[in-house]
């Protein structure tokens, strides 16, 4: 079974910048597509940005032109930079693999917490 561990969130003030990490156990190249999703509380889970395997990314529209989504085959790692932090990006981050059926993987990783906060 495929496992994710995310890292990188933290504490940050309103502008700031976060540089999430999330590393999988299996291989991203053949797993295809790879998705940063987030979760605040009392919100519903929702994919935030994602990468194809050809490195075409999108974006959740309240994120563009703030969040850059990137990827590391070699590493089985998938990255998410986020600049210009506002207090509603604040959630629980977590990746997993998107696909028109919704999320590829049942099992969830821990995420990694994002506070925007002065």
């Known amino acids: 079974q495929v496992q994710f561990v995310e890292s990188g969130g933290g504490l940050v003030q309103p502008g700031g910048s976060l540089r999430l990490s999330c590393v999988c156990s299996?291989?991203?190249?053949?797993?295809?597509?790879m998705g940063w999703y987030r979760q605040a509380p009392g919100n519903q889970l929702e994919l935030v940005a994602g990468?194809?395997?050809?490195?075409?990314?999108y974006y959740l529209d309240s994120v563009k032109g703030r969040f850059t989504i990137s990827r590391d085959n070699a590493k089985n790692t998938v990255y998410l930079q986020m600049d210009s932090l506002k207090p509603e990006d604040a959630a629980v981050y977590f990746c997993?693999?998107?696909?028109?059926?919704?999320?590829?993987?049942?099992?969830w990783g821990q995420g990694t917490q994002v506070t925007v906060s002065s």
């Open positions: 997993n693999a998107p696909t028109s059926r919704g999320p590829e993987f049942r099992s």
């Open positions: 990468i194809t395997s050809g490195g075409s990314p």
């Open positions: 299996g291989s991203i190249f053949i797993i295809g597509t």
